[in-house]
């Protein structure tokens, strides 16, 4: 737990570096030219760049036909901080159409069920460049049925504040993360129907800690939270009354970061995010494979952790950290693309995590690819279309890989 709580003070510093990585080049003038197209891997080819500093979390959406990364940045203005709105149309040559100078911190990004809605997450008190986060935390709506005008519109204010925001799959609901490291641990609930105009209609206490981040299953009637402490499991049949179903933890877990259920919601995938992001030895902490019996009593299927993983330092030639962070599940179920930190992007065959012992770490899941860009350190990476894996990059910005055999 210390570990996590250092982590804010950690980014705060790789920020830092970020920013002098992060005169790597912008639309607006403040940056310079693209981050090099440069490294180690196998399997993933990097292909494009978008820099800008301290990336963080990205989702992506089509809107009038046009496919759009919103990628988080949590680095002042100057270096590029806000939400960036990038044009993957043609994923090979992505262009940043839109840059919404509104810095928050973390910046987690969420897209609303209804494609009109960008959730901007801060667990901290925003600075004076922050729009509507000015002196709040919580998280900020921002329009984006322009996305090439994306316009901040309203503020849920929140006094735990939000590391990380989950929105419902078809409904107008939004569960607050806040990462809280006090007891009792808690999830607020909000209505988003009105985005100018957030509505808190409710809170779930939880068994643990506060959760770091919430999934929902694909129809949004269960919810697992990666707890920290724990992973537990919620019946959200009715999204503004959640119940809970199940608690446990993965064996060998620190901080359990991650949680998602796989397309078929027959199963679970949970991150361990060893040493919270801060300086830790590869490979880290790994990926547990859950399958549900019952829907709700998960059994233990699968580990993964990187094979093949080049010696993980800092932009300060320190040991960086090295562990599994966030990470996207293809629509088939059947590929995870994760970011590891230091160790790049991985890309991975989860088809089959069964019939392996304990003692064969990554017990039937199999790394098809990784790469591990130079001065590189990978906050997120997922899928959206193609045979391509994006990712944001605390130095670097956004990334495109495509995938090779």
Not at 305 to 326: I, K
Request: charged content about 20%.
């Amino acid at each position: 737990m210390k570990a996590l709580l250092g982590r804010k003070a950690l980014v705060a510093t790789t920020a830092v570096a970020g920013m002098i990585l992060g005169s790597l080049g912008s639309a607006a003038g403040a940056r310079q030219d693209s981050a090099p197209l440069k490294g180690e891997g196998k399997g993933l080819k990097l292909i494009a760049n978008v820099p800008y500093a301290s990336g963080s979390d990205m989702e992506f959406t089509t809107i009038k036909g046009r496919d759009y990364a919103f990628t988080g940045s949590f680095a002042s203005v100057e270096d590029g901080g806000g939400l960036h709105v990038i044009d993957i149309t043609n994923p090979e040559k992505p262009k940043e159409v839109a840059w919404l100078k509104c810095p928050v911190y973390q910046n987690d990004i969420q897209i609303s069920h209804d494609n009109k809605t960008v959730i901007m997450a801060a667990d901290s008190a925003g600075g004076p460049e922050s729009c509507l986060a000015v002196g709040k935390k919580g998280f900020m709506t921002v329009d984006i049925s322009n996305p090439k005008k994306p316009k901040p519109i309203g503020f849920g204010e929140i006094a735990r504040g939000s590391h990380n925001t989950t929105v419902h799959p078809t409904k107008p609901f939004l569960y607050n993360s806040d990462s809280d490291l006090t007891r009792p641990g808690e999830i607020e609930i909000w209505s988003i129907k009105n985005p100018a105009k957030p509505e808190k209609i409710g809170a779930v206490v939880t068994p643990g800690l506060s959760p770091h981040d919430i999934s929902f299953n694909k129809k949004g009637t269960m919810a697992v939270t990666a707890g920290i402490d724990t992973f537990e499991l919620f019946d959200t049949t009715d999204p503004a009354k959640p119940t809970l179903k199940f608690v446990m933890q993965c064996p060998g877990c620190s901080i359990t970061h991650d949680a998602k259920f796989t397309p078929d919601s027959k199963g679970l995938i949970i991150g361990d995010e060893g040493g919270g992001g801060g300086p830790y030895p590869c490979p880290g902490g790994a990926l547990y494979f859950y399958s549900l019996q019952g829907d709700t009593v998960p059994v233990l299927t699968g580990i993964y952790e990187p094979g093949e993983v080049l010696f993980a330092r800092d932009d300060q030639g320190g040991l960086g950290g090295c562990t599994a962070h966030v990470f996207d599940i293809s629509d088939d179920g059947k590929k995870v693309a994760i970011s590891w930190y230091t160790a790049g992007t991985r890309y991975l065959d989860v088809s089959s995590p069964n019939g392996a012992t304990f003692g064969e770490r990554e017990m039937g899941v199999k790394e098809l690819g990784w790469f591990q860009p130079d001065g590189g350190n990978t906050w997120s990476s997922k899928f959206y279309k193609g045979p391509y894996i994006f990712s944001n990059d605390i130095n670097r910005g956004f990334d495109v890989f495509k995938i090779v055999k």
